[in-house]
């Protein structure tokens, strides 16, 4: 009997996941497993790197996870573990021929599947990555990751004229596993918003509601700076970091909603989004270990200094500024805050407070469920001036986008005064 192992990490889905149907494909039996241990269980900057929010969402995903493959005929493997030990010792035990895994972006993501196909070399078991979190496969750039452009308007021109967005695979029909014993998952409570709760159905739910039900997606352009409001943006974030949807997914119900109702700057502009979120995670293919560094992709850092009083006033929302003590405290309460929002609070961090930059990334790492290595380090990086776009980083005035963004105050009032985190 012909057995493989596919090894989940943030690729929580069934829907247009490579990984899984190369691996139903070429076995007669599969043993799907998760590890609710990695190294992001080790702090950063004394900082913790996932906070609660972050993980109920994994584990709400799981769960989802899990229902898929009962739904199937199969079940996922949830291991209380670190991969390192708890991966070769599986092959082992289940007689596994070849590994297959999503491809990892970030430095210690990489370095850990690079320790474990070493391991697996030894016991003769293959190990296979498959690039499934794009929305442009890597193999139909047209460039090589060497030669990725800095910039990402030349990217995103390059990309959109010379390549072809994939069209999703469908969901597996049947998955075969071994009888495998499902662990129980708490899931602790948290404050996070009513609709963000982890899983592959809720990501879908979500964006029929914003492509189809609210249409939303017609305003997108026009809405996506504000701070407040559900549909003002696609909140899809979350679940695409854990890979609960694949941005192609998303792409093609655009594509059949420009087809049956409008295609307008609106729709095109969340594929534009898209492609900054592709654009840094290419980036970091090229970069794996400089979005972390002081000096970024090689500019000085403009402030150097750690000052922990007003890390701690910065993020407790007890700063002299009512803008942003109402930020911090929505990303520490509610694990999400917009664009517009991210990009004042860090600006702030940067420039109002002159600290290094890394701090403040750190503690959107441990804050937001939609954390991602890539857009998060690689957008702090790109606002500190030392990331793709170097001219000197980018100082929002917050008065202005007070005047701009909460003119009636009504941001500030919801979310000013908070004691409690998540
Ligand atoms: C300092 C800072 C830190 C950030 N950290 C993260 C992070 O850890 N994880 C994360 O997913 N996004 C991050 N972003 C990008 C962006 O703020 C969020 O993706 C967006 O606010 C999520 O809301 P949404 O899903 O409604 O986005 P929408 O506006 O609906 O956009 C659709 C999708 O496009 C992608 N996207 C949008 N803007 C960006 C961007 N600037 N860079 C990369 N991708 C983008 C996201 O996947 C998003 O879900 C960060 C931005 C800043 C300025």
């Known amino acids: 009997m012909k057995r493989g192992l596919v090894w989940f990490t943030e690729d929580l889905r ?35 790197r996932r906070g609660l929010a972050r993980e109920k969402f994994i584990r709400d995903s799981l769960l989802n996870l899990q229902k898929k493959f009962i739904d199937r ?37 990489k370095m850990l599947q690079t320790e474990i196909k070493q391991q697996l070399l030894k016991l003769g078991v293959d190990f296979q990555t498959y690039s499934t979190s794009t929305l442009y496969h890597p193999d139909d750039l047209p460039f090589s990751v060497r030669d990725i452009p800095m910039l990402f308007t030349k990217f995103r021109k390059l990309a959109e004229k010379e ?30 918003p009513e609709w963000m709760i982890g899983g ?21 352009k026009a809405t996506r700076d504000q701070l407040t409001g559900l549909n003002f943006s696609s909140k899809l ?25 409008v295609s307008n700057e609106s729709t095109y502009w969340v594929i534009f989004e898209l492609l900054w979120r592709d654009f840094f995670r290419f980036s970091f293919k090229k970069h794996p270990k400089a979005y972390f560094l002081l000096n970024g992709l090689g500019q000085q850092a403009l402030y150097t200094q750690f000052d922990p009083s007003k ?15 109402a930020g911090m405290n929505e990303l520490r309460v509610s694990g999400f805050v917009s664009n517009r929002m991210r990009q ?47 001219r000197g980083g980018r100082e929002f005035n917050i008065e202005k986008q007070t005047q701009l963004f909460d003119k009636d105050g009504e941001y500030r009032r919801t979310w000013g005064e908070f004691s409690k985190g998540v």
């Open 14 to 48: 069934v829907d247009d996941n490579e990984t899984l149907l190369k691996a139903i494909e070429e076995n007669d039996e599969i043993v799907p497993v998760f590890f609710l241990k990695s190294f992001a269980d080790q702090p950063q900057f004394s900082i913790l």
């Open 73 to 109: 005929g199969g079940t996922l493997l949830v291991v209380d573990g670190v991969p390192q030990a708890e991966l070769p010792r599986l092959c082992v035990e289940y007689q596994i021929r070849k590994v297959y895994t999503k491809k990892q972006v970030g430095s210690e993501e």
């Open 344 to 390: 004042i609070l860090a600006s702030y961090w940067v420039f109002g407070l002159q600290q290094d930059w890394r701090y403040g990334a750190a503690w959107f790492e441990h804050c937001l469920v939609d954390y991602d290595v890539a857009s998060n380090w690689g957008n702090w990086a790109y606002i500190a001036g030392v990331g793709n776009d170097n």
């Open 311 to 325: 890390f701690e006033a910065w993020t407790q929302g007890k700063t002299s500024e009512s803008l942003i003590n």
């Open 237 to 261: 974030s979350a679940w695409l970091s854990q890979g609960c949807i694949s941005p192609r997914r998303i792409y093609s119900e655009i594509k059949r909603y420009e087809l049956e109702f």
């Open 200 to 220: 592959e159905d809720a990501a879908l739910e979500r964006l029929n509601e914003f492509v189809w039900e609210t249409q939303s997606i017609r305003t997108y």
């Open 163 to 192: 390549s072809k967005v994939r069209a999703p695979f469908d969901a597996p029909q049947r998955i075969v596993t071994p009888q495998l014993e499902v662990l129980p998952l708490e899931v602790e409570e948290c404050s996070t």
